[in-house]
């Protein structure tokens, strides 16, 4: 029951703010009582007096404010509430909460909580996508904040399209009754003493010692579910192809390149209690990888490259006899029958549950932020909107880790 819980609303500086008095209506029809704190920059898009009508409380605005701080005002807005959400979360707030600034009101209060946070990212996709962005997220989380979206969409000021959307008030809100829910601090671990493995990126199959075959995969899914793993008290052991990416915190990476090198680390890494094949495995691999560069010989004609299967990984796994993960997810990548095909790898491969989703290129997931993808089971489909890869991740664990809940119950 959320009856009588406190919620801290943080509204930050950008367009996103009109959505934040949708939020505080939507946690008050919940039975949430919402406080709210507003940045400079959010009252040049909404007032306090709209706030405050919607929360029937006093808005807070300054640090600096006699009446407030005669008895510490910001210490006790920081620790007398049950959840702090900041909505929308700007890139410059989330920039000074990982630096661990205090120079206004909003700030000073997320540095001197103990409570847990909800962050709601709002913010021009290329200034999400900047790697500072992405560092301040990354510390962000290590530190145990929660996230909520961004989603993708089309930006209101600027007419723009991509990943940086808010996260809409009703999610908000449903994320936020959880946590209250839940009674507990931030981040939940629903997967404490859990094994979780997990493969991501692409795989290189050598054709000579320059080229190679591949594929687009960026790896941002997979190690997107390495992260909200971790975050969620695994065990996490990801194998990875060749990215560019950075190793996500608090977790095991294996480095490889080939399909074979993927599947001796897979089978190295268990047991586990869950695999979770996300990689884009190469179908194919030449016969015989050439020692020299393979040189045009002037006939006008191609090289003769014989091709061999590679083993396949996800079934591997899903076959096992006697070191079976408890649930092994696969990935479908398909450009088309999404879900006729993602049903017949569910049932040759052994798999529990397919994650399928559309990669044809007009979809952009391929190397994108962004993913909408469907869970094949063997008990039905279940539709997902299109959110940030980050967000599909947090998903998708919270289904796992109610799977096995319910597995062990």
Do not use: C
């Amino acid at each position: 029951m959320t009856g009588g819980k406190r919620v801290l609303l943080i509204i930050g500086g950008g367009i996103a703010a009109y959505k934040s008095l949708d939020l505080i209506r939507r946690l008050r029809e919940r039975g949430v009582k919402v406080k709210v704190v507003m940045t400079a920059a959010a009252q040049q898009f909404i007032t306090p007096l709209a706030a405050g009508a919607l929360t029937a409380e006093k808005v807070y605005t300054d640090l600096f404010d006699r009446e407030a701080e005669q008895d510490v005002g910001h210490i006790r807005l920081a620790r007398d509430t049950d959840l702090i959400i900041v909505a929308p979360a700007t890139a410059d707030l989330m920039a000074k909460m990982a630096q661990g600034l205090a120079g206004d009101l909003a700030t000073t209060v997320l540095l001197a909580t103990n409570r847990p946070v909800l962050v709601a990212p709002a913010m021009n996709p290329a200034m999400w996508a900047h790697p500072a962005t992405q560092r301040n997220v990354a510390t962000l989380k290590a530190d145990g904040i929660a996230f909520i979206g961004p989603e993708s969409g089309e930006m209101a000021e600027s007419g723009e399209a991509g990943l940086g959307r808010m996260a809409e008030p009703l999610a908000i809100a449903e994320r936020a009754l959880a946590l209250l829910e839940a009674g507990s601090t931030l981040p939940a671990r629903p997967l404490a003493g859990k094994h979780v493995v997990i493969t991501s990126g692409p795989t290189h199959e050598p054709i000579d010692p320059v080229r190679y075959i591949a594929n687009r995969s960026s790896g941002k899914q997979g190690h997107a579910i390495a992260a909200a793993a971790a975050e969620a008290g695994a065990r996490v052991t990801l194998i990875s192809g060749p990215v560019t990416l950075p190793d996500p915190a608090g977790v095991t990476v294996i480095p490889v390149e080939t399909a074979k090198e993927m599947l001796a680390a897979v089978e190295a890494a268990l047991p586990a209690d869950v695999a979770i094949m996300a990689a884009a495995v190469a179908d194919w691999r030449v016969a015989q990888e050439g020692s020299e560069k393979i040189k045009k010989d002037g006939s006008g004609q191609p090289p003769a490259l014989a091709l061999v299967e590679n083993p396949d990984i996800l079934s591997t796994v899903g076959h096992l006899a006697g070191n079976r993960p408890r649930l092994v997810v696969g990935f479908a990548a398909e450009t088309q029958n999404l879900i006729a095909n993602a049903q017949g790898k569910l049932q040759r491969k052994a798999a529990d549950w397919i994650v399928a989703n559309d990669v044809s290129p007009a979809t952009g997931v391929m190397g994108g932020d962004a993913n909408t993808v469907r869970i094949v089971t063997h008990d039905g489909i279940e539709d997902w909107p299109t959110l940030g890869k980050t967000e599909v991740a947090r998903r998708l664990v919270a289904r796992i880790a109610a799977a096995l809940e319910t597995a062990e119950g």
